[in-house]
């Protein structure tokens, strides 16, 4: 068990429709990063947050928005779904510094567009 | 950009040595990480190379040479176990992480 902490485990929607992602850190874990990974691919990064700011952006697309608030939890939201939206969504957490090398995964949000 | 290149898959047997390559194209990273993804899991982190050179982790050493733009994962004494996707990751200067496309490793009886 990572400590992160991922809900829901499954989500089942259409096409069109927005959904919430969320994620808790681990204790103490002040960054939080989200990466989707289609089947069989690897780890795209999306997006990591630093204590309530974001702190890097990757392939992120515009339908897609994040946030963190002050309790350090994170939301993923993502709109306008389309069916290649389906993935696999892990959430990470990771320490500062030199601690940031190790990023810890939650057990993933499976998302199913149909 | 960044991008990053792994063999797709390897096969060995248990007991074996594996080597797992890495090859990299960026303009600038602050490290290498290894993380080990099994099937219907989630990724757990297994080394990180900030400098080059050689990191040992029980079985699993790291290794890193930004002069060649490589780096790569051995794994010693494979066990059934060890049967798992391995992705390396960069992490730019942009603070942005960049992971491989994987390695699945098939270790045989």
């Known amino acids: 068990d990572s400590g992160v902490t991922q809900t829901p485990k499954h989500l089942i929607t259409a096409t069109g429709q927005r959904v919430t992602l969320r994620c808790s850190p681990r204790s103490g874990d002040l960054s939080v990063y989200w990466y989707q990974q289609s089947l069989d691919q690897g780890l795209q990064f999306l997006i990591q947050?630093?204590?309530?700011?974001?702190?890097a952006k990757g392939n992120i697309l515009e339908r897609f928005s994040a946030q963190q608030f002050p309790d350090l939890h994170s939301e993923l939201n993502l709109s306008s779904l389309e069916l290649g939206d389906s993935a696999l969504y892990f959430c990470?957490?990771?320490?500062?510094?030199?601690?940031?090398?190790?990023?810890?995964f939650g057990p993933g949000t499976r998302l199913t567009v149909l | 950009g960044q991008s990053l290149e792994q063999p797709s898959e390897v096969t060995a047997v248990e007991g074996a040595i594996v080597q797992i390559n890495c090859t990299y194209q960026?303009?600038?990273?602050?490290?290498l990480s290894w993380y080990q993804q099994h099937d219907g899991g989630a990724p757990t982190f297994l080394s990180y190379?900030?400098?080059?050179g050689l990191e040992e982790t029980g079985r699993f050493s790291s290794f890193l040479s930004r002069s060649d733009s490589y780096g790569y994962l051995l794994l010693q004494e494979l066990q059934m176990k060890d049967s798992a996707s391995y992705f390396c990751a960069v992490k730019g200067y942009g603070q942005n992480f960049v992971f491989g496309p994987g390695t699945r490793l098939s270790v045989l009886p």
């Open positions: 990470a957490s990771s320490g500062s510094g030199r601690d940031s090398n190790e990023q810890f």
């Open positions: 947050y630093y204590n309530g700011e974001e702190r």
């Open positions: 960026t303009s600038g990273f602050y490290g």
């Open positions: 190379n900030g400098l080059d």
